[in-house]
């Protein structure tokens, strides 16, 4: 049974800095792409990071670049998200998803990916 674990969300004023972990079970993250997504209210899911299997292939939503960074420990089967430099523009819940199929280019495609985590909330002050 596949199961990713999001923790690390809380509230933070606007210019700090969170670190978000997602715990993967039963898959290998070296094996799968996985990416971080968000959705804020009333709007639709995004992708705003991923890093591909097998590799040190990363790749961000435009808005993120420079301030978010996606690693990989395998050692830990865990894929973090260091989000520095926050704005209360990226405040969301910030989903994990594991993708066992990549295709270049599709990174932001939530219906790409297999399995999803349940969510951490992350909320920026002004």
């Known amino acids: 049974q596949v199961q990713l674990v999001e923790s690390g969300g809380g509230l933070v004023q606007s210019g700090g800095s969170l670190r978000l972990s997602c715990a993967v079970s039963?898959?290998?993250?070296?094996?799968?792409?996985i990416g971080w997504f968000r959705q804020a209210p009333g709007k639709e899911r995004e992708g705003v990071s991923c890093?591909?299997?097998?590799?040190?292939?990363?790749y961000y939503l435009d808005s993120v670049k420079g301030r978010f960074t996606i690693s990989r420990d395998s050692a830990k089967n865990t894929v973090f998200l260091q989000m520095n430099s926050l704005k209360p523009e990226d405040t969301a819940v910030y989903y994990c998803?594991?993708?066992?199929?990549?295709?270049?280019?599709?990174?932001?495609?939530?219906?790409?990916?297999?399995?999803w985590g349940q969510g951490t909330q992350v909320t920026v002050s002004s």
């Open positions: 998803a594991a993708d066992s199929n990549p295709i270049p280019g599709t990174f932001r495609v939530a219906q790409q990916y297999d399995y």
């Open positions: 039963g898959v290998t993250v070296d094996s799968y792409a």
């Open positions: 890093i591909g299997s097998s590799t040190e292939d990363t």
